[in-house]
DNA sequence: TTGAAAGCGCTAACAA
DNA sequence: TTGTTAGCGCTTTCAA
């Protein structure tokens, strides 16, 4: 496959190298009897431009890097298990990526590494990315800002915890939506509610339990003591929550699980102690992870925008998507809408 | 950040680029003392080469590229689901290309579009991976080899089902499988079984029926009429499956479905039935998506070794991978170990 | 065993 | 509005 290069393509329109460079990047200052022969040429001749000639020579790259940490992807192979963010994550960044005729590349990052400051500039340098898109924990790791602030590379960051000035910040709104759930369950007239959380060193745990609190507290309801229990984001701890959740007196009526994994532990949990759900218990999750659509009951859960925000990213990253932004799109700091979805898991308190 | 060039190197250790080159080529004929001089001013200046610097130079680019469908991804990407088969495959890849300092590249194909054949030969020419990893559908897509032949790029596909002389497969043994979870079943001591099947027109559905019915010969069962129906692998055809078995009488004691969606559609019949699983019903899927673990019960399945397909076929794309494989291990067809998992939607049957 | 020089296919000054 | 000429940082001839 003899590939094109710029000059058939000039040598077959008739004009120069430069040229052709003008109208393949849009450059203004271009005639339309120009323009039309070159795209012309192009067509006949199936032209497209080298990725690492165009690179090379300095323009910027037309490609994406996405850092994903290496130890939650290298845990989820082992554990045989896919990783549903990573993918939500990349469709999102895929289907922008495609528009523009952008490329991703998927690079392994190990943040726990002495070298890590080394091992992302040769990184940086080798694949030299028109920009970056971080996700958690790479959104906050302080190398991994300082490294691309340095190399002056633009770059997104997913769900970023703490340094709300630095890159792009995509997030969605967690308490209000941990608070959105709970009027959910409040509304369905439940009032004895508990709440499993997540790893309280997460931003994100804690904002849940936030819009938990404040919704409680918005509607006039108390959380009694003992009623919101520490979980790690695991199946087993949701299990041990509800255990000694649903342990104490009176019952709770529904139990608001920090993510659908621990839901899910609730659900058997119930099931184990032979509660019916929703009948004699409510379950609400977070993230609608896929299991949460196939539990039984299926899961009522707030469906975390990961395509979305990595779209959101992207676009802010790629300048001709970023120039196709509105005004007020352009922002720095997107925040993505989230949706609460109710599913079979949520119903109304049995009579008392 | 001024990065460190080839010259910046050379300067440094006193010696040609080409030197400089050389060592980094590993290519023969180069004294010791030259390499090691080389070495230290690499790791002074952190040096590392441009991917496309070398790629135009003409070096193979050091970059595979996993080509998806277009179609799917995009259906995924709308129901808001992840895409756990993508991921596993993602991972692998990765783990791999981790080794060798390559990097992946997420392309979407349209394998739909009736210009792929002009499409593929310009992202090839675009980004000119030194090789391509195929998914299903694109594993069997006739136009994609046509032009990965013409275009002298290695490649491999998963899970292929025809054309069995071409390119690199890799595979697992889907009809073995289906045996070994139907042989599992009857060690139970089931007897009747009902069998609902995937679209036949993929052959993976094809072999796992075979597998199915191989596996009752073997054990002088005879298949009732009706003991076999039809799905596509939805949920939905699983529940409708399921209804249509259980309806039969005598009622069968165990059902396997060919994948794990249906198999989760079965448990929500049976449950609709009032019959509980495994006490009255067993029920088997097959892949081991992330909701046959938390699933109630949880799923007696197949694993289907996607990461572990991805890893072998990176390891044959990439050339310094490729070399240190064993001479048996590196056959052009690769059948990768898949795992029966035996969960708890799975015992004895009930006593007649 | 080493090095000098010529590209790879583009973009970016600088002219015209 | 268009074209000419240098590079970008490597690998690859071809010499020494």
Redesign the interface.
């Known amino acids: ?1 003899a ?2 290069t710029i000059y058939d393509v000039a040598a077959h329109a008739g004009v120069s190298i430069k040229s052709v460079s003008r109208v393949l990047n849009a450059e203004p200052n271009v005639s339309q009897a120009l323009r039309d022969k070159v795209d012309k040429a192009v067509a006949a001749l ?11 020579a300095g323009a910027s ?1 037309s490609l994406i890097a996405a850092l994903v940490d ?1 130890q939650l ?2 845990e ?2 082992r554990s ?9 994550l ?3 960044a ?2 922008e990526c ?1 528009q523009a005729d952008f ?6 990052v190990d943040h726990g590494s002495p070298d890590l400051r ?1 091992d992302l ?8 990315p028109a920009g970056v898109m971080l996700t958690p924990p790479n959104s906050d790791h302080p190398v991994v800002l300082d490294v691309l602030d ?3 590379i633009p770059y997104a960051r997913i769900g970023p915890e703490s340094d709300f000035h630095r890159g792009i910040r995509v997030s969605m709104d967690e308490q209000q939506a941990a608070a959105d759930i709970t009027d959910h369950l409040i509304d369905l007239g439940h009032r004895r509610i508990g709440m499993i959380t997540g790893p309280l060193g997460y931003s994100a745990s804690r904002l849940r339990l936030a819009g938990f609190e404040a919704a409680m507290k918005g509607r006039g309801l108390t959380i009694a003591p003992g009623m919101v229990v520490d979980g790690d984001f695991t ?1 087993q701890s949701g299990l041990a929550g509800a255990e000694r959740l649903l342990a104490a007196e009176p019952r709770v009526t529904a139990i608001f699980a920090a993510n659908d ?1 621990m839901a ?1 532990g609730v ?2 949990g119930a ?1 184990a102690m032979g509660l019916s759900v929703p009948g004699d218990l409510s379950v609400a999750g977070f993230d ?4 949460a ?4 009951p299926s899961l009522t859960t707030i ?1 975390q925008p ?2 979305e925000m990595a779209a959101a990213a992207t676009r802010r990253l790629v300048p001709s998507l970023r120039a196709a932004l509105a005004q007020g799109e352009a922002a720095e700091a997107v925040v993505v809408p989230y949706a609460l979805i109710v599913r079979a898991s949520t119903g109304t308190p049995p009579a008392e």
């Open positions: 496959m590939t094109a199936g032209y497209r431009r080298s990725l690492s000639a165009r690179t090379l790259s290496a992807t290298i989820h192979w045989g298990r896919g990783n549903d963010y990573l993918s939500r990349e469709l999102g895929l289907m495609r490329h991703l590349m998927v690079e392994l080394r500039m040769s990184l940086l340098a080798s694949i030299r340095e190399a002056g199946f994994d899910l659900l058997q099931a609608d992870t896929p299991s659509l196939f539990s039984t469906r990961v395509a």
